[in-house]
């Protein structure tokens, strides 16, 4: 199953305006609550300009992007946990997914309204965190009362576990996130089936007026908040208006260029959003060049040569000799791959080799 990013957050923050740029899918969004039952699900091209650059050299037939999903989740409210708003169907759609994109309310309009009557968006996040912690807490002390059962048994592993899950039970009464924990290893690995919501990584996107989309001072006092929460986690914020961003999506790209122009910026909030969302997932890009296609390929961070050759195809895992590698920076310093070639940049590698992201890749196989 592909990695996913869920898009949380309160109602009527901007989630399915948002969802409904990034993937032109067309998610219902209406000025009410819960309007987004059922989570909608998006794959999106991830932007990439050294894609365009490797064809420039190439010049092949086609260019491929790679892409990855996001997930639309319908709006959380106070009670969640309990409940509340068809809470714990969508507590379950939150719990599917790999990393969290969490829409805030950054902006003053009095024609759309908030569920809790005033913009605030660290009390927005904040109860959206205590609901998500209480879901977690609630999985926790189920897991230790069985784990303390267990440590008759005698087994170290259990011991771990039950410290662990001590640990945990503290943060999460108090209403932080279980990623706020300093986790070894082994408790991170006897942990690591519980798949609680609050320890999924995290990117704030504030979700601001038009009028304030190309200004990067620090005049709105919300993003500022936001800012300082994001900071305070090692987390990343994103600054986007989804209504202005919904109107690009509706341009062609050569109208898009000249609107971003006007506005003073060289991309769009969504074109840095789904690359942070990328990045947030532990992903990264390899690609492959030659005449018939340029094309970009997802995979983990960490993944090894004959992995990352099976996402092209399993028999290139199956029946891998080696990788014919080249940097992207490398290749484009040469000017092209003979030139690479001469210049002993292009170098051979075996079944151990961590594939790094911008990697240009010839894969020898033999099955």
């Known amino acids: 199953m592909p990695l ?45 300009l050294r894609l365009q650059r490797l064809a420039e050299m190439v010049h092949p037939k086609k260019i491929v992007p ?10 959380l409210v106070a009670g969640a946990s309990r409940g509340e708003g068809l809470g714990n169907k969508f507590l ?14 950054c902006f ?3 024609d759309v309204t908030h569920v809790a009557g005033s913009v605030d968006p660290i009390r927005d996040i904040e109860t959206i965190e205590l609901e998500l912690a209480l879901a977690d807490l609630e ?12 440590l008759k048994s005698g087994d170290k592993r259990y011991v771990i576990e039950v410290a662990a ?23 991170q690995d006897v942990l690591k089936d519980l798949h609680l919501l609050t320890m999924k990584p995290v990117l704030y996107v504030a979700n601001v007026g038009e009028s304030e989309i190309h200004d990067e001072s620090t005049h709105n006092p919300y993003f500022n908040a936001v800012k300082e929460r994001a900071d305070q986690e090692g987390a990343e914020v994103i600054r986007v208006s989804a209504q202005m961003e919904s109107e690009i999506a509706e341009l062609d790209a050569e109208d898009k260029v000249a609107f971003l122009a006007d506005l003073g910026v060289e991309e769009s909030g969504l074109d840095r959003l789904i690359r942070a969302a990328y990045h947030l997932l532990g992903l990264i ?30 028999d290139f895992e199956r029946g891998f000799i080696r990788a014919e590698v080249v940097s992207y920076e490398d290749l484009v310093n040469a000017g092209s ?27 020898r196989f033999n099955v």
């Open 108 to 110: 003053q309009n009095d």
């Open 165 to 187: 899950l001590e640990k945990l039970k503290g943060v999460l009464e108090e209403g932080q996130a279980a990623r706020s924990l300093d986790l070894t290893e082994e408790e």
């Open 285 to 314: 890009t390899y690609f492959t060049a030659g005449e018939p296609e340029v094309r970009a390929w997802t995979i983990r961070q960490g993944t090894k040569a004959p992995q990352a050759a099976g996402v092209i195809h399993s």
């Open 4 to 48: 996913q990013a869920g898009i949380v957050g309160l109602p009527n923050v901007g989630k399915s305006t948002l969802f409904n740029a990034i993937t032109k899918a067309g998610a219902e969004a209406a000025n009410y609550p819960f309007c987004t039952i059922d989570p909608n699900v998006g794959v999106v091209e991830v932007p990439d």
């Open 66 to 75: 790679t892409t990855f999903e996001f997930v639309d989740i319908a709006g």
């Open 139 to 150: 999985t926790v002390e189920r897991r230790l009362d069985k784990a303390k059962k267990n």
């Open 92 to 105: 379950g759609h939150i719990r599917e997914v790999d990393a969290i994109v969490h829409v805030v309310r």
């Open 337 to 363: 791959m003979v030139a690479a070639r001469e210049a002993g940049k292009l170098r051979l590698e075996g079944k151990e080799y961590v594939v790094q992201d911008g990697d240009i890749m010839l894969f």
